[in-house]
């Protein structure tokens, strides 16, 4: 009697297939929950960043757009270069999904779960996003050629993290979405976001900071809070008034120079703005020829009729209030 049963060598035969599915299944999810990580629910406002054919590179909610284009922001007020912005993008995606979490392992707490028991600071400076980002540049830059270590190296000489290797996951969107929030892709970024009723907050997700003044006085303080003093004209200077049509209403940042390192200061503030706009109440945003407008968000960014080429004076920031 001949009976059928598999033998030991088409057993082994089959164990890598089935190895090979269940490696599959793993990374599919691990990609479907990453997106998810970033972006959200289907249906839920949410920033994007171009690809170079014109379609979406990358989403994210209003939240951690705002997040992440603050983590930008600390990076030009300490003169640092977008690889700086990139490895700190990475190491919060990881960390926090680019949220100000206040909860975490042990007493991790905020984008980068930094820890008030390791010297980080205190629980609240942990939760404000522009000390952290300046905490955690603070211990960038003290890694010896930084710029040119494999970015998970860089981040994990920072965080001493148990999982070393995560962040070389976070590197591609983290440098794409570093790029356009220094304005090296000029108008990248583009948000659809909540417009508030009766003037209330839109609850922007960005932690300590919703409780921010709103408005033009909102736009500006923290203009200057995160991208340093320098951003804005003083009091009583050429450029330091509203723009005329909008009294109290239009903030105008100068940009000084001339050239590409001009443009990309101008088109970062511009983004910054729009990636911020649901908590400041911004309506509108101007620069070099294109504008965004809250009310048209799905639009993008539009061409400005009659309006000049790539160089431009000022990013002119409207808000509702």
């Known amino acids: 009697m001949q009976v059928t049963s598999s033998s030991p060598s088409s057993a082994r035969r089959r164990r890598p297939w089935r190895t090979a599915v269940a490696v599959a299944a793993v990374l599919g999810a691990g990609a479907y929950l990453a997106v998810q990580q970033l972006g959200g629910g289907p249906g839920e406002p949410r920033c994007a960043v171009a690809a170079a054919d014109g379609g979406t590179a990358l989403e994210l909610t209003p939240e951690r757009a705002a997040n992440a284009a603050t983590i930008s922001a600390v990076a030009s007020a300490r003169g640092l270069p977008p690889r700086a912005v990139a490895i700190a993008l990475a190491t919060a995606m990881q960390e926090s999904g680019l949220r100000n979490l206040d909860h975490g392992d042990k007493d991790s707490l905020g984008l980068f779960q930094q820890r008030p028991s390791q010297d980080w600071g205190t629980s609240r400076q942990i939760m404000d996003p522009v000390y952290a980002a300046g905490e955690f540049y603070a211990h960038l830059v003290k890694v010896p050629g930084y710029e040119r270590l494999p970015l998970t190296e860089s981040a994990q000489r920072v965080q001493r993290s148990g ?5 070389a996951k976070h590197e591609t969107d983290a440098t794409l979405l570093a790029d356009a929030l220094t304005g090296r892709r000029g108008a990248a970024l583009s948000c659809v976001v909540p417009r508030p009723a009766n003037g209330a907050d ?8 919703t409780a921010d003044a709103r408005g033009a006085t909102g736009v500006r303080e923290r203009l200057v809070r995160e991208f340093g003093a320098g951003v804005l004209p003083a009091a009583g200077t050429k450029g330091a008034g509203d ?7 239009t903030v105008t940042v100068p940009v000084a120079g001339s050239g590409g390192d001009a443009a990309r200061r101008g088109w970062q503030v511009a983004l910054w703005s729009v990636a911020h706009s649901a908590e400041l109440g911004v309506e509108q945003v101007s620069y070099a020829g294109r504008s965004w407008q809250a009310s048209d968000a799905a639009a993008g960014w539009q061409r400005t ?3 000049g080429g790539s160089g431009a004076a000022a990013v002119r920031i409207t808000t509702g209030q």
């Open 243 to 249: 723009a005329k049509g909008a009294p109290g209403r």
């Open 163 to 167: 999982y070393p290797l995560a962040y």
């Open 202 to 209: 839109t609850g922007g997700g960005a932690g300590a900071r």
């Open 305 to 307: 009729a009659g309006a």
